[in-house]
């Protein structure tokens, strides 16, 4: 679990620089911030999604997985979380004072959280060190995440620093549980995982840049369902020789 602490760490660094930096910045700085966290985060997005070794298995998870989310509303829930932690850290004088769901603390623990544990090097890593005491790809990860927080921080404000919790409990999931883990989703699936997780980057993207707000919370279930489907593309493979 250590190199899961280090990369929450990290996170908090970043984030804490982040924050010394936006609040130096006058607010036409910030649309600049804004723009350029919002590019950065459509080029890996971009660069995530392509590597899908399947289209439709990319298409059926995005598309399943937001009917399930927009069902559960899985969005709204994680936005009233960061606003009740943005209430707390306010402190008692405003428990009275109503939540003000998608505010920008939320907003910045939704967006980084997603950013943070969307790819391949958020279960790769930890399993690789659970398993194997490999801590390379965690200790990698840690350097662009606390590099990204930074940019995000000044854009978002204090709310990025909830997601070194998300990150801490995601990753040390995978830690504990990657010898079990790792043999289900094989190759194929950890590939599309991260193809869907770049799909939702791309979605944060465009919300930073002001092109659309997309809900992209309410798609998290395809990071669920693209390796499923994945694995399920491969017995279908294995057995179409069979029936023909």
Same mark, same amino acid.
């Given at each position: 679990?250590?190199?899961?602490?280090?990369?929450?760490?990290?996170?908090?660094?970043?984030?804490?620089?982040?924050?010394?930096?936006?609040?130096?910045?006058?607010?036409?700085?910030?649309?600049?911030?804004?723009?350029?966290?919002?590019?950065?985060?459509?080029?890996?997005?971009?660069?995530?999604?392509?590597?899908?070794?399947?289209? #439709?298995?990319?298409? $059926?998870?995005?598309?399943? &997985? @937001?009917? /399930?989310?927009?069902? *559960? =509303?899985?969005?709204?829930? !994680?936005?009233?979380?960061?606003?009740?932690?943005?209430?707390?850290?306010?402190?008692?004088?405003?428990?009275?004072?109503?939540?003000?769901?998608?505010?920008?603390?939320?907003?910045?623990?939704?967006?980084?959280?997603?950013?943070?544990?969307?790819?391949?090097?958020?279960?790769?890593?930890?399993?690789?060190?659970?398993?194997?005491?490999?801590?390379?790809?965690?200790?990698?990860?840690?350097?662009?995440?606390?590099?990204?927080?930074?940019?995000?921080?000044?854009?978002?404000?204090?709310?990025?620093?909830?997601?070194?919790?998300?990150?801490? #409990?995601?990753?040390? $999931?995978?830690?504990?549980? &990657? @010898?079990? /883990?790792?043999?289900? *989703? =094989?190759?194929?699936?950890? !590939?599309?995982?991260?193809?869907?997780?770049?799909?939702?980057?791309?979605?944060?993207?465009?919300?930073?840049?002001?092109?659309?707000?997309?809900?992209?919370?309410?798609?998290?279930?395809?990071?669920?369902?693209?390796?499923?489907?994945?694995?399920?593309?491969?017995?279908?493979?294995?057995?179409?020789?069979?029936?023909?």
């Amino acid at each position: 679990m250590i190199a899961t602490y280090i990369n929450s760490i990290a996170i908090i660094i970043g984030s804490l620089l982040g924050l010394l930096i936006g609040s130096r910045l006058k607010e036409q700085f910030k649309e600049v911030v804004f723009a350029a966290s919002g590019l950065i985060t459509l080029v890996i997005g971009i660069q995530m999604a392509l590597e899908t070794k399947s289209y #439709l298995v990319l298409l $059926f998870s995005i598309v399943i &997985g @937001g009917f /399930i989310g927009y069902g *559960l =509303g899985i969005e709204k829930g !994680i936005l009233r979380l960061g606003d009740w932690m943005e209430k707390k850290t306010k402190g008692r004088n405003n428990e009275n004072q109503p939540l003000s769901e998608g505010s920008l603390f939320a907003r910045g623990f939704l967006n980084s959280s997603l950013l943070f544990c969307s790819g391949a090097m958020a279960v790769v890593g930890p399993i690789a060190a659970g398993t194997q005491g490999d801590y390379t790809l965690i200790f990698i990860k840690s350097v662009l995440d606390g590099s990204m927080a930074i940019v995000f921080a000044a854009a978002y404000g204090p709310g990025v620093i909830g997601s070194a919790v998300v990150v801490l #409990l995601y990753q040390g $999931f995978f830690t504990l549980a &990657g @010898g079990w /883990i790792s043999p289900l *989703l =094989g190759e194929s699936g950890l !590939i599309e995982l991260s193809a869907a997780g770049g799909v939702l980057l791309i979605m944060i993207a465009f919300g930073l840049m002001k092109v659309r707000q997309f809900k992209a919370g309410n798609f998290i279930p395809a990071l669920l369902f693209a390796p499923i489907f994945s694995q399920i593309g491969v017995w279908l493979t294995k057995l179409i020789p069979f029936i023909g």
